[in-house]
């Protein structure tokens, strides 16, 4: 019952290095979701897609790319890492009903830039 | 952009106590959503109401949306260890309904 699954875990990148974040989610959802936590600051959604090879910014988008190629993965690259990305970085995933969206959350990754 | 304002930001209680936190907005919302966060893992949803007056229940979990759709609280009654946690409330907005704005969180700490 893997649900949400994100990898890496854990990473640590030098300022300038790129890197991409990959979400899966096995439970054939719609829409998918990238969220940046912050200490005081509650979940930011950076971007998101409604569907497969769609996808829109949202309220921090600045620095961050995303792709949804295939339906169950949602990809997001940095391209040139900056130290203010530092952050724990969460994908969801939700099936809309009747307009409704629960969203259902994998465990994180910790990025630290150095 | 739309914001919404927990409080408290923590709390420290004792085992057995009864907790409540709420969510406000100056604008209004669809549908209102709590979340748990616990140490190392991604928000769990706990309660979601759909609708203005509603009075949900989970457990030991009571949520309400507010009448104005301005305001949601969830109270947590006779509070146990597990309980610790980050608590998220999280709304969605009428003008989008593809996305959710979530609050800043309450820090739950239970001493037994």
């Known amino acids: 019952n893997a649900g949400v699954t994100q990898t890496p875990k854990f990473r640590v990148l030098k300022t300038g290095q790129s890197m991409t974040l990959l979400c899966a989610q096995d439970?054939?959802?719609?829409?998918m979701y990238w969220y940046r936590q912050d200490p005081g600051m509650g979940l930011r959604l950076i971007h998101y897609?409604?569907?497969?090879?769609?996808?829109a910014k949202g309220e921090v988008p600045d620095g961050y790319n995303v792709s949804r190629l295939k339906k169950q993965n949602f990809l997001l690259g940095l391209e040139s890492a900056a130290p203010s990305q530092t952050s724990v970085y969460f994908c969801?995933?939700?099936?809309?009903?009747?307009?409704?969206?629960?969203?259902?959350f994998g465990d994180g990754t910790r990025l630290s830039i150095l | 952009g739309q914001q919404l304002n927990q409080s408290p930001q923590s709390m420290f209680i004792q085992e057995g106590e009864d907790v409540s936190m709420n969510c406000t907005s100056s604008?209004?919302?669809?549908?209102w959503l709590w979340y748990k966060q616990d140490p190392g893992e991604g928000p769990v949803l706990l309660i979601a109401?759909?609708?203005?007056?509603e009075l949900t229940s989970n457990g030991r979990l009571t949520a309400q949306f507010g009448i104005t759709r301005k305001d949601s609280f969830l109270n947590i009654s006779a509070s146990i260890p597990s309980d610790v946690g980050i608590y998220f409330c999280?709304?969605?907005?009428?003008?989008?309904?593809?996305?959710?704005?979530f609050g800043t969180g309450t820090r739950l700490q239970v001493f037994p």
């Open positions: 969801a995933s939700s099936k809309e009903v009747e307009g409704i969206q629960p969203q259902h």
């Open positions: 439970m054939n959802h719609e829409y």
């Open positions: 897609s409604v569907g497969e090879g769609t996808t």
């Open positions: 604008s209004i919302f669809n549908t």
């Open positions: 109401l759909y609708k203005a007056g």
């Open positions: 999280a709304g969605q907005p009428p003008y989008n309904t593809d996305k959710l704005i």
